[in-house]
């Protein structure tokens, strides 16, 4: 049986993947009284419950996948993860990676998506304005204010902003790193995967990075 995983798939679980995020609105997924619990105090604002009703309504699965995938070493035959690990920081990161190279099977293919830092830069330097180059960029730079914003924050992440932004080079540095081979970026639309189901192969095009990369 082939094992596919999406992980970090936000609210745009793939179907027939098994769809993983990190979110604590995944949390509050599974348990009602912890989701009544947030909902009463304030503590959830309203992303946060549409995401939990969108985990309970897909079946979406919590991972911190930065620790652990929860699945067996040479287990999974393909994984997918668009937008994410610009989230992580670069411990995480590697830490991510080194755990897709332990669950997915020899030639196992590994695909990433994520924002290419190149063009904010490229419109930075046309433009010169760099309030809307660091607005580009979706750091996380704004503290949470008040006792209310600081507990959010504490549970469920706060804005839950970029850490880290690649192009294509460094992206690929990252994954040989991390002991993958046959690292190749691909146009939308395009994947070396078998069998990707109903996969968006063209997610955010406008803005991504899609590289792909094989399991020795």
């Not at 419950?49 to 985990?55: I, K, M, Q, T």
């Not at 652990?68 to 993860?81: C, K, L, M, T």
């Not at 991510?96 to 830092?117: I, K, Q, S, T």
Request: glycine share 10%; charged share 30%; aromatic share 6%.
């Amino acid at each position: 049986m082939t094992v596919r995983l999406n992980i970090g798939c936000g609210q745009s679980p793939t179907e027939g993947w098994i769809n993983y995020d990190d979110s604590f609105a995944v949390r509050m997924a599974g348990s009602p009284l912890l989701t009544w619990a947030m909902r009463r105090t304030g503590l959830a604002d309203a992303g946060n419950l549409e995401f939990a009703a969108v985990a309970r309504a897909c079946g979406i699965r919590h991972a911190d996948a930065a620790r652990r995938i929860p699945h067996g070493d040479g287990s999974v035959d393909a994984i997918y993860s668009s937008h994410m690990i610009e989230h992580l920081d670069r411990r995480e990161a590697r830490g991510f990676l080194a755990e897709c190279r332990r669950v997915l099977r020899p030639r196992g293919m590994l695909r990433l998506a994520v924002p290419d830092v190149s063009l904010p830069v490229r419109d930075y330097l046309a433009d010169g304005d760099a309030d809307v180059f660091l607005e580009q960029l979706q750091f996380d730079l704004d503290r949470p204010r008040g006792i209310r914003g600081r507990l959010r924050h504490l549970l469920t992440g706060g804005g839950r902003g970029h850490r880290w932004m690649y192009d294509k080079r460094s992206l690929r540095t990252l994954v040989e790193a991390a002991g993958f081979m046959e690292i190749e970026t691909l146009p939308p639309g395009r994947t070396r995967i078998a069998d990707p189901g109903r996969l968006d192969l063209a997610e955010r095009p406008e803005e991504s990075i899609y590289l792909e990369a094989v399991r020795p």
